[in-house]
């Protein structure tokens, strides 16, 4: 999913992100706002992740969400 489709799609996905990062809070969900580099910064600052690891998580949690 490029980053067009998911900054079109967040209002409806931004609650499936919650459940999968549940310490990100809406505000960070306002923030981040379906920019997929402001979500690696998130996990990157919520959950400690190195930018390797943040991509990882992103792109397995992505690739659950084509259409």
């Not at 996990?43 to 390797?52: A, F, I, N, T, V």
Request: glycine share 8%; net charge negative.
């Amino acid at each position: 999913m490029d980053n067009n489709v998911i900054k079109g799609k967040w209002l409806q996905i931004k609650g499936e992100a919650k459940k999968q990062w549940g310490k990100l809070t809406d505000d960070d969900l306002d923030i981040i706002d379906g920019e997929k580099d402001k979500l690696l910064g998130k996990l990157q600052e919520r959950y400690g992740h190195s930018k390797d690891e943040a991509e990882a998580e992103y792109h397995k949690w992505e690739s659950s969400h084509r259409s």
